[in-house]
């Protein structure tokens, strides 16, 4: 398939490395025109210098930008990825945004005869440089039947949650499970810490239990000793707790857990610690300490 790559991060670039190592014919755009001109040293493609070039020939267009803004300057800005499209182009869209982008882009797409899915993704830059990630996906059946060849390169797992939208709900509760997962680790390391328990010997035993988490596995023992120079930035997840606190809003629900969460970040954020993993949490223990 001719396949159109738009954002090369983090997960882009390797993601965008799947498709084309699967053999498909792959054009790639990235905003700092470096980055594309590295993706194709690195793999076989070629790239463009707007996503409307990048996505004219395509029959599947992926994006994975920051946000929703993002989003919509690369769609519908006057060099937008749906300027010179081709009939019937399928758009699938990996960044973590709003249900409400996704509708908004959706809706553009069918009057402009175009197919449209929001297809958030987890587990991280390791999930896609070993092309395991988990897709949420948000569409028809018969889009995703179609777009399956081209998200088996880099995911484990794709599941269609319902209509357009129903994508970034799903990937809203992965980070509100996420958000809840690391408040409880954070207090239960400390506890364990200041007990004077031997933190390794803690994990390895607590994962066989009801208590098991992928947290707990890949993030205790870091988090006991102070390392958080690495994973998902807490600037991302608190661009992703936001929106789920926006979501429950328009509910009219309340997550006061997230949003405690949240606080902790903003505050940690504003320590200068913005890079840092979402294991950092426990850090915030501190401050109330
Ligand atoms: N990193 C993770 O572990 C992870 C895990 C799951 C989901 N996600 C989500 O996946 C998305 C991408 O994450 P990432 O880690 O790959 O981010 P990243 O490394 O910061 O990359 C963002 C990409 O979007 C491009 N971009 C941003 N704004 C743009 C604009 N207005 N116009 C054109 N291009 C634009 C950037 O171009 P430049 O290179 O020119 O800046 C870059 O290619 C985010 O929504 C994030 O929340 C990330």
Known sequence: MKVSFIGLGTMGYPMAGHVSKAGHSVVVYNRSTQKAQNWCKEYQGAFSSTPALAAQDADIVLTCVGNDD????VYLGPDGAF????????????????AEVAKELHQA??????GFMDAPVSGGQAGAVNGVLTVMIGGTISDLERAQPVLDCYAKA???MGPVGNGQIAKMVNQILIGGVLSGLSEGIRFAQTAGLDIPTLVDTLK?????????????ETMAKNEFDFGFAIEWMHKDLGLCLAQAEKMGIKIP???????????LIAEGRGRQDTSVLVKALDKKA
């Open 70 to 73: 993002d989003l919509r300057a």
């Open 83 to 98: 300027q010179h499209a081709k009939t019937g182009t399928l758009f699938i869209d990996h960044t973590t945004a709003s």
């Open 109 to 114: 797409a069918q009057e402009r005869g175009f």
């Open 158 to 160: 794709t599941s269609l």
């Open 208 to 220: 066989h239990g009801a208590a098991g988490s992928w947290q707990l596995e890949n993030r205790g």
């Open 257 to 267: 857990l997230t949003q405690a969460v949240d606080q902790d970040y903003q505050a």
